[in-house]
């Protein structure tokens, strides 16, 4: 039997998804350091988070907003794009826990 | 020290009809009240692939919660408009964005300054100085008192020749006892913005960064002054 999903859980599905797109933005070569410095700065901040809430069960529409945004960031097949979410993603993850980003 | 509009070449014509088009002053005039969390659904939606109301309404529920009505209807209101612009096409909506910084810029300087010094897409100008090519995106023309901005969508719009731009007229104002501010005006997180800058060698140390967060100082500190 498994628990309650928690706050730990949803925000390892989200940096799944994120190191998806980072993988996917990192094929715009002229921005490859970019790219990566980006995803640093915002997974550590989402690591904190997960870090420091991880154990907090986590309400429903919390979990959708969540699933609802990896489904958005799994449609994306430009890496242009991919950039523009790497900055996007955790700001909308974050709002969605509370945080701000 | 003189401002100067800049020439009419066929791309400005053409960007002065998306500058022009209702929905850019629509969805400024909401942002210009929004909440920064509100701000980034408009970013989201902006950026986004879907264009389905109810798959963005369950991405924010924070915005949507049947608790606090006028919450809502504003987020409902930022969202309509965002997918108005989203629906645009992946071109369009490019312009659109852009537009959108520069007019939500103008619409928070005018609750500061007389509406009538804001100005757009103007060149700097000063004597035995090669002009700009590019205009800055808006202005507050005031004796003693001038202001100049930039405007970028996200990040990764800032670069080298914009930071140059920017503290090219500010090292060329002081030199004729004409101190003006710069400010570069960037609709996303302070986080990306300083990861941008960080890997900058143009200057950046007189030029203020106003990014998503703090956009509201445009409309309270002249300069958006940190």
Request: glycine share 6%.
């Amino acid at each position: 039997m498994t628990g309650p999903l928690t706050l730990a859980d949803l925000m390892g599905r989200a940096l799944d998804a994120y190191d998806a797109l980072t993988t996917l933005g990192e094929d715009v070569e002229d921005e490859w350091t970019y790219v990566n410095d980006l995803s640093t700065a915002w997974r550590e901040r989402m690591e904190a988070v997960s870090a420091a809430r991880g154990a907090e069960p986590v309400s429903e529409p919390i979990a959708g907003a969540i699933d609802g945004l990896v489904d958005e960031v799994g449609r994306i097949t430009d890496p242009h794009r991919a950039i523009d979410w790497l900055s996007t993603f955790p700001q909308v993850a974050l709002i969605a826990i509370g945080e701000a980003p | 020290m003189r401002f100067q509009d800049a020439v009419k070449d066929a791309r400005a014509v053409v960007y002065a009809g998306i500058q022009a088009d209702p929905l850019v002053a629509r969805a400024a005039t909401l942002l210009a009240d929004a909440t920064p969390a509100q701000r980034v659904l408009a970013r989201a939606v902006m950026n986004g692939e879907t264009t389905d109301t109810d798959g963005w309404r369950r991405m924010f529920p924070t915005l949507f919660d049947e608790g606090d009505p006028a919450r809502t209807a504003r987020s409902a209101a930022i969202l309509d408009a965002s997918l108005d612009v989203a629906e645009r096409g992946e071109q369009v909506r490019s312009q659109f964005r852009g537009a959108l910084v520069e007019e939500l810029t103008a619409i928070l300087l005018a609750r500061r300054v007389p509406p009538d010094v804001i100005r757009r897409e103007r060149r700097v100008l000063f004597d035995g100085v090669r002009a700009e090519v590019h205009p800055y995106d808006v202005t507050v023309e005031r004796a003693g008192a001038a202001e100049v901005y930039d405007c970028k969508w996200g990040a990764r719009g800032i670069n080298a020749d914009v930071l140059h731009q920017l503290d090219d007229a500010r090292v060329h104002a002081t030199e004729v006892d004409e101190p003006i501010r710069v400010a570069l005006v960037v609709f996303d997180a302070v986080r990306s913005c300083e990861v941008r800058l960080a890997q900058q060698t143009a200057p950046t140390a007189g030029t203020t960064l106003v990014a998503l967060e703090t956009l509201d100082r445009l409309a309270t500190r002249p300069g958006a002054a940190a």
